[in-house]
């Protein structure tokens, strides 16, 4: 998953460019920037890996995809 994709993700969620930005210590251009596919700072990155990984659910390691498959409980 991409940064992009955390960020469309917290958008969809009702959150806005300000609120992300307000919640990781960045700027709104610096996140529509990252929403443009733009570079960001590794920290800004990691900020919003942290937030979206705390709003949406998950750990930061199943964001990345190396954490084992959950079983259903069916």
């Known amino acids: 998953m991409t940064i992009r994709n955390m960020i469309e993700g917290l958008i969809e969620l009702g959150y806005t460019q300000g609120?992300?930005?307000?919640?990781?210590?960045?700027?709104?251009?610096?996140?529509?920037r990252?929403?443009?596919?733009?570079?960001?700072?590794?920290?800004?990155?990691k900020a919003i890996e942290t937030l979206y990984a705390q709003k949406v659910g998950g750990s930061t390691v199943e964001l990345h995809g190396s954490a084992a498959?959950?079983?259903?409980?069916?």
Request: positive net charge.
């Open 34 to 45: 990252a929403l443009n596919g733009s570079d960001i700072r590794y920290t800004t990155g």
């Open 69 to 74: 498959p959950r079983k259903s409980a069916a």
């Open 19 to 32: 609120s992300i930005a307000e919640a990781v210590g960045a700027t709104q251009p610096t996140i529509h």
